[in-house]
């Protein structure tokens, strides 16, 4: 989920396995003592840190879409008005991509499972996605300012669902490296938005 440099806790261990085996097998295809199993302790001693399953998906997908945001938001200010708009936007599709090729697990998850999470939470998880793409809009308008918003809006949406596909681009060893695979969604994302600049231009 979160890129880290230190050891990951129990907890996130236990959220990584979870996002992992509900990707492969579905929400209800994968039991509590399974996923204990994975991080080496019994089901039972998962419910120390989660009150259930529920929890699990609930705290992937709102983490997730949390940390988009936030990460986002961090790119930005660190700009800060010294970097150019069209930089800015690189950045964005860099932090993006880190999540597309890195958390794989959980854009299966959010295809898949949104529906089954309570309706407060899958409330937050929109608002926070909406949040997310905005950001991304003025940004996009910035760098394309003959870009209407709705237009915007829509490329921003089109260049989420490119970069999303990871989950379908086949498995670890069929694909380039991770760099040239990056590289190459880069490529696509900014033609995507050139496109759609050119369009209105």
Not at 52 to 67: F, H, P, R
Not at 92 to 112: K, M, V
Request: aromatic fraction near 4%; charge should be neutral; charged fraction near 25%.
């Amino acid at each position: 989920m979160v890129t880290r440099t230190d050891a990951p806790t129990r907890r996130e261990q236990i959220l990584k396995e979870a996002a992992r085996l509900f990707a492969e097998r579905g929400f209800h295809g994968v039991g509590v003592d399974e996923i204990g199993a994975a991080v080496g302790i019994s089901g039972p001693g998962l419910y120390r840190h989660f009150p259930g399953k529920d929890a699990m998906l609930a705290e992937l997908l709102v983490g997730i879409s949390g940390q988009l945001l936030t990460g986002a938001k961090r790119r930005l200010a660190e700009a800060d008005g010294q970097s150019g708009a069209s930089a800015v936007l690189d950045s964005l599709i860099e932090g993006h991509i880190d999540f597309a090729l890195d958390d794989r697990p959980l854009i299966t998850l959010h295809d898949r499972e949104l529906d089954r999470l309570r309706d407060s939470d899958r409330k937050l998880v929109r608002q926070l996605q909406r949040q997310y793409v905005e950001l991304w809009v003025e940004v996009v308008r910035e760098v394309y300012p003959g870009l209407s918003e709705p237009s915007a809006r829509s490329a921003v949406h089109s260049v989420f669902g490119l970069l999303n596909s990871t989950p379908h681009l086949g498995r670890a060893g069929t694909l380039p490296g991770r760099g040239a695979t990056a590289a190459l969604l880069h490529r696509m994302a900014r033609g995507a938005f050139e496109a759609a600049g050119g369009a209105e231009g």
